[in-house]
């Protein structure tokens, strides 16, 4: 990845729409995952955000109960009238739940990418599980820059701790650890020193935030 070009910069169109949903998820203070579903020319089609913990968005979005992921309300939100969900492409912050996993795999697209690994809820591997799950050719594209996945992992370890209860961030950053150890060094840090909260509060727009990001985590890493 050439770093001589800043990170948002150097993302493909239907990532920064993924990302800016997520960041919008973490502004009103929800699980930070976003999604997007592209054409097979990169035209962004639909998005969608977490909205667990959040009020009603537009059109047909889930929202305030635990089935309201950011891939459930990409995928409800896309006009398969009118397309052909075959050609289409679902963009995910994060590797998707057992949940986004079967209804992605049940709307006919055929190709997912996420942009950052899940070691406990992630569900990738459930492709080929069973006879019905391995009816279907599905093209899976994994994390590509880990630099976007230190900081989308940091995002949901800063938010964890912002809303811990009984200590359950701390288990579940333990099984993330292991695998992007950086990230979740980095969100504990930024959960520490309030500096990604103060971004959300001013509402610093997502292209400035995931650069700053950037710069943070290529400080961070040298000292780690």
Same mark, same amino acid.
């Given at each position: 990845?050439?770093?001589?070009?800043?990170?948002?910069?150097?993302?493909?169109?239907?990532?920064q729409?993924?990302?800016?949903?997520?960041?919008? @998820?973490?502004?009103?203070?929800?699980?930070?995952?976003g999604?997007?579903?592209?054409?097979?020319?990169?035209?962004?089609?639909?998005?969608?955000?977490?909205?667990?913990?959040?009020?009603?968005?537009?059109g047909?979005?889930?929202?305030?109960?635990?089935?309201?992921?950011?891939?459930?309300?990409?995928?409800?939100?896309?006009?398969?009238?009118?397309?052909?969900?075959?050609?289409?492409?679902?963009?995910?912050?994060?590797?998707p739940?057992?949940?986004?996993?079967?209804?992605?795999?049940?709307?006919?697209?055929?190709?997912?990418?996420? @942009?950052?690994?899940?070691?406990?809820?992630?569900?990738?591997?459930?492709?080929?599980?069973? *006879?019905?799950?391995?009816?279907?050719?599905?093209?899976?594209? *994994?994390? *590509?820059?880990?630099?976007?996945?230190?900081?989308?992992?940091?995002?949901?370890?800063?938010?964890?701790?912002?809303?811990?209860?009984?200590?359950?961030?701390r288990?579940?950053? @333990?099984?993330?650890?292991?695998?992007?150890p950086?990230?979740?060094?980095?969100?504990?840090?930024?959960?520490?020193?309030?500096?990604?909260?103060?971004?959300?509060?001013?509402?610093?727009?997502?292209?400035?935030?995931?650069?700053?990001?950037?710069?943070?985590?290529?400080?961070?890493?040298?000292?780690?």
């Amino acid at each position: 990845m050439n770093r001589q070009v800043r990170l948002w910069e150097s993302l493909a169109i239907p990532w920064q729409a993924s990302i800016q949903e997520a960041w919008l @998820a973490h502004c009103h203070n929800t699980v930070p995952i976003g999604a997007a579903i592209a054409g097979p020319d990169g035209t962004i089609l639909a998005t969608g955000r977490n909205r667990i913990l959040d009020g009603p968005g537009e059109g047909q979005s889930l929202y305030g109960h635990p089935l309201a992921h950011a891939e459930m309300n990409a995928l409800v939100s896309m006009d398969y009238k009118s397309i052909d969900p075959h050609v289409c492409t679902l963009y995910t912050t994060m590797e998707p739940c057992p949940l986004c996993l079967g209804a992605f795999y049940m709307s006919g697209l055929r190709q997912i990418r996420f @942009a950052s690994r899940d070691p406990l809820a992630g569900s990738i591997n459930l492709l080929g599980a069973t *006879e019905y799950l391995s009816r279907k050719v599905i093209t899976v594209v *994994e994390p *590509e820059d880990p630099a976007l996945e230190d900081i989308l992992i940091a995002w949901h370890v800063e938010f964890n701790l912002e809303h811990d209860r009984d200590d359950r961030a701390r288990r579940l950053h @333990a099984v993330w650890s292991p695998v992007v150890p950086l990230g979740v060094l980095l969100g504990e840090k930024l959960f520490r020193n309030g500096e990604l909260r103060r971004m959300r509060e001013t509402g610093m727009p997502v292209e400035e935030a995931l650069n700053m990001m950037e710069a943070e985590r290529d400080a961070f890493s040298i000292g780690v």
